[in-house]
C-alpha cells in the first residue's frame, strides 16, 4: 500500500491504486475498500469488492466479444432501463 492516506469518517484508507478514472484505497483498520470516482466514493467489504470486479470484468468481456465481431451478437445482448 501507498504511504498516502485518504480519510474517511473513522477509517485512514491506504491509497492502494489511481489513474486518470479514479482510486482504490483500503483500511487496515476495518478492512473496507474504497472506490473513489470524481464526485463518488462506494465503499465495500472484501468480498463484495471482489464481486465487482468480476461483474466489471465479466462485463469488459462481452464488450470486447462484441468488437470483434462487429456487433453479430447485438440482439442477444439485454436491455436494461
Known amino acids: 500500500m501507498s504511504k498516502e492516506s485518504t480519510p474517511h469518517g473513522?477509517?485512514?484508507a491506504a491509497l492502494l491504486v489511481r489513474n486518470r478514472v479514479g482510486a482504490v484505497a483500503a483500511c487496515p483498520d476495518?478492512?473496507?475498500?474504497?472506490?473513489?470516482?470524481?464526485?463518488l466514493t462506494l465503499r465495500f467489504?472484501?468480498?463484495?469488492?471482489?464481486?465487482?470486479?468480476?461483474?466489471?470484468?465479466?462485463?469488459?468481456?462481452?464488450?470486447?466479444?462484441e468488437c470483434a465481431t462487429g456487433g453479430e451478437d447485438a440482439a442477444s445482448l439485454s436491455v436494461v432501463h
Open 10 to 12: 473513522h477509517c485512514a
Open 30 to 39: 476495518c478492512g473496507q475498500l474504497q472506490l473513489m470516482l470524481e464526485y
Open 45 to 65: 467489504e472484501p468480498e463484495a469488492f471482489r464481486e465487482l470486479t468480476r461483474l466489471l470484468a465479466s462485463a469488459q468481456q462481452r464488450l470486447d466479444h
